[in-house]
């Protein structure tokens, strides 16, 4: 009966990675199309990055709003939805030809279909059928599988982008996403019994929660630390291919630079996902974010070589979304896993404000400035910001008043 059950949390798991990897691969790899866009459609790299700092936005906006559905109805239903609209915005990408058209296809369809499929709505999936004490390690495999994505994706797109053209290469990711979808019936909620629904929905409600978590000092400061890394993020796999660019090195660079980030992932987050189980999480996010620090300064300081980016990609990949493990068990500790697919969701709603603001203000940069210096350093003092952000979190659930009879 161990056995069995075993399995079938693996295989919950695995199905929830798999879903990851098409579309977190999908989304990771949007940077290698700005330079196309911009030689396609003559736009400028700041409109495109506009669109793609919507799409960063839109993304997060998403998630607690698809959190809260899969919480509610069960996420298989979610999960298909998404996969659709980002195989639809893929598809559309190519027929658009104005920053607003962009900002349509790439920063609402194809981000809110991704983000319907990611992590709050994944790892709530998974949390809601594993004990506690798998949570941490399911989070850090499907967090795994996202990063996988990013390394099989990026170089594939980019011999697409090379030998048939970026709309080629754009409608072939439509035509991949759609893989996903027979994986939403896998994670639809199973068949509850009249006891079992009963349990469910008894204890405080949604809002309730919602409410006294945007009290909780620890949660906003969780918040306060995944705005860096959204930041962080966005700005990389945006504009990573521009800075290798303005260093005078092949596109080639780029996508293997991503690529490696993915590979690093994989490793970043399955020793996150066991480290949590092991040690608290705001140490292990606090170390997270300070490395981030002080890699930044590292490459600022080395020439600007192949090999440096990718000793940099490697270095970056070690942490990328390995942030979202600790960050996902902290939410459970503090809230339990009944809305942890809304809780969640705002989590990473912060994380993409500032992934809008690092996606858009690195486009600024490069038009207003020639370069992204500015950026650099502005991500260095955020970054250590959030590794002390973390330091006064506590780790213990929120006591919560009794409802009244």
Known sequence: MKTRAAQSYWLITLVAASTMMITMGARQSLGLFVSPLNTSTGLG????????????????????????????????????????????????????HSTWGLCFSIGLLSAAGSGSGSFSVLIGAAASRLPAERRGMASGVINAGGSFGQFVFAPVLQKLIQSIGWMGAMWSLAVVTLAALPMAFTLRRPHQTAEQHAARNDGPSLGSSVRDALKDRSYLLLHAGFFTCGFHIAFLVTHLPGEVALCGLPAGVASWSLAIIGLANIVGSLVAGWAVQRYRSKYVLFWMYGSRALLVLAYLAAPKTALTFYFFAAGLGATWLATVPPTATMVGKLFGSRYLGTLFGLTLLSHQVGGFLGAWLGGLAISNLGSYDLMWWADIALASLAALCNLPIREAPVSRQPLPA
């Open 45 to 96: 790299i700041a409109s495109i990055s506009l669109a793609m700092a919507v799409a960063q936005f839109v993304w997060g906006a998403v998630q607690p709003i698809a959190g809260a559905i899969a919480d509610r109805y069960g996420p298989g239903r979610v999960i298909a939805a998404g996969v659709l609209m980002l195989a639809l915005g893929s598809a559309l990408t190519p027929l658009m």
